[in-house]
């Protein structure tokens, strides 16, 4: 059970922005999300940072540049997430629009690893032709072994990337990452697809002011925001003013109909209408279709799903990315009791009550375990537990792959990084973000890590930070609980740290039965009016009367759609 708690929401900001001519609703949720101008939420194009802003994107311009003068042979090195696969397609795109001759190569994570290794560099010397330059997309900035190889090779190299770097920067002929240190940057949470545009934004300036399209049609660059979009919100990147006018912006396109077919289809398979697409959409039905790929077979899939202006190839290449995540929901499951059942076993109430008794953190392995499964792992297991989790997989050569997903007060990959140093040798590779890192260990190594791991969080978070809440924002008019308000809300951009509006109020619970076996439906009163209501995975009965955290939603039987309220949780209203 979590804690139901309302956010601040300092009433004379949500005054003014209702003064400015906001909705009073939209007022109360973006006040409570620190906006105190309605300037900050809007979308326009126009209010994106410039690319000058962004440490050396000016410089990645002239080598592409040279590049594309020069007819060099450009070669893209992915990643195999949805962040990578839609910046390699960003790059794929505009850089063949500007003439330049350019492929892909997107390493499979269970033969190479991730990032630009010396393996990865070998390979792409192979291509035919052979590549003059090597641009990471999403990757990079911890390759330095991979780089070094590369110029043994006389390949150029142009990293790309949003993660956090380490103590010694890879030697490339330029490094584009608004993390590096000296980039003055403002939206340091971009992700890897957005820095990817930059650099697109940055190109485009640079061959005009060559005169590069006095003979030929200028690319728009906005034609590829929805891709932007998809990248941004799958890689669950904080959603700050910047990021926020790209998603939206990406929207707009979409619901526009002016997206990529791989996009339409991606959307169509899961059974989402794109004219009212919304960020839930490209976070819970898009991303994970594209993200089945790199999980279980080959990232290139997802890309050509990108790439292709072909309207049946793309719903195809859909198809087969919709099988693929039906399997990877399968292995995720049976993962899922696997861990529980491990969970149970270390103590009582583990598995199902959320109760970690002691524990800061869990390392958990099995060696039967899916290794591009084992990051959906760790975060259901995180979300049970309020706990840092790490989930690891058989890897290759007596290793184990690790992927982590921490809570709020805990940044992953610092904590990482203290482990590394306190025993130098035990961790081969890491690298993430905040909330999400990946690792290599020698399968020796496990227990020692999963002490050192929970001694080194010990040392950085409180007992209290380990206590499950759910924020809300309050309380909800009687008067707005309708579907007007439902599609405004669709309307704007939620994401990370911008949180999709959850309410609370006390409701009277005039019924309730069990729906398809595990889902509690209800009818709940306010005001002297009745509402739909469902709890999905929940069989606790409610009490008379409950204070419930709820978002709006639309449900629709018969061509006729209602207000349905998802409850988060309750508790006794008494």
């Known amino acids: 059970m979590a804690t139901i708690i309302t956010r601040p929401i300092p009433q004379r900001a949500r005054d003014m922005l209702v003064q400015q001519g906001l909705h009073p609703v939209l007022a109360q949720l973006y006040a409570a999300r620190g906006v105190r101008d309605k300037g900050e939420v809007e979308s326009e194009f126009a209010g994106l940072i410039p690319p000058e802003r962004l440490l050396h994107a000016a410089q990645a311009a002239t080598l592409l540049a040279d590049a594309i003068e020069t007819k060099q042979r450009l070669l893209i090195v992915a990643d195999y997430d949805c962040d990578g696969a839609t910046a390699c397609a960003v790059g794929v795109r505009a850089l063949s629009a500007f003439g330049a001759d350019v492929a892909y190569l997107v390493p499979n994570r269970f033969e190479y690893g991730y990032g630009l290794t010396p393996e990865i560099v070998e390979l792409a010397a192979r291509q035919v032709p052979r590549p003059d330059l090597l641009i990471t997309v999403d990757n990079g900035i911890a390759s330095n072994e991979g780089v070094a190889r590369a110029n043994a090779l006389g390949i150029a190299t142009l990293i790309t990337d949003h993660h956090l770097p380490g103590d010694t920067l890879p030697q490339a002929n330029c490094i584009v990452n608004p993390n590096q240190p000296g980039c003055d940057f403002p939206s340091k949470a971009i992700a890897g697809v957005g820095v990817m545009f930059y650099v697109m934004l940055a190109l485009r300036a640079e061959l005009r002011r060559r005169g590069h399209f006095s003979d030929r049609p200028e690319f728009n660059l906005a034609t590829l925001l929805d891709l932007v979009a998809l990248g941004t919100v799958a890689d669950v990147v904080r959603l700050d003013r910047n990021n926020r006018i790209l998603v ?121 375990w899916h290794q591009g499964v084992v990051g959906i792992l760790a975060a259901r297991i995180k979300d049970r537990l309020h706990r840092p989790v790490i989930a690891f997989a058989a890897g290759s050569a007596g290793e184990l792959k690790g992927s982590g ?168 209203a008494a």
């Open 405 to 572: 997903r921490s809570i709020p007060g805990l940044h992953l990959r610092d904590a990482l990084d203290l482990v590394a140093k306190r025993a130098p040798g035990l961790i081969l590779r890491f690298g993430g973000h905040a909330a999400a890192a990946g690792l290599t260990i020698r399968s020796e190594g496990l227990a020692q890590f999963g002490e050192l791991f929970e001694s080194t969080v010990r040392g950085l978070i409180n007992a209290s930070d380990l206590a499950r809440s759910l924020e809300t924002d309050g309380p909800l008019e009687s008067a707005y609980i309708n579907l007007d308000t439902i599609r405004m809300l669709e309307r704007e951009v939620w994401g990370q740290g911008f949180p999709q509006p959850l309410f609370c109020d006390r409701f009277a619970v005039a019924s309730q039965r069990v729906v398809g076996d595990k889902h509690l439906k209800l009818r709940l009163q306010k005001d002297g009016k009745s509402y739909e209501a469902i709890r999905f995975n929940s069989l606790a009965p409610a009490g008379a009367a409950i204070r419930a955290a709820y978002r709006l939603a639309v449900n629709e039987y018969n061509g006729v759609q209602s207000v349905q309220l998802i409850v988060e949780e309750w508790e006794s």
């Open 248 to 368: 939206a912006q990406g929207l707009k396109r979409i619901r526009d109909g002016k997206m990529q077919p791989g996009i339409a289809a991606l959307l169509r398979v899961a059974g989402r209408e794109a004219r009212r697409a919304s960020c839930f959409d490209l976070g819970f039905a898009a991303g994970p279709r594209l993200n089945a790929a790199g999980r279980l077979a080959d990232m290139a899939l997802g890309i050509e799903c990108l790439i292709t202006d072909d309207t049946a190839r793309a719903l195809n290449i859909a198809q087969d990315l919709d099988r693929l995540n039906r399997e990877r929901r399968e292995i995720e499951g049976t993962m899922q009791d696997q861990a529980l059942a491990m969970l149970e076993g270390l103590g009582p109430g583990l598995g199902a009550d959320a109760d970690a008794g002691e524990a800061y953190t869990m390392a958990l392995f099995d060696p039967s």
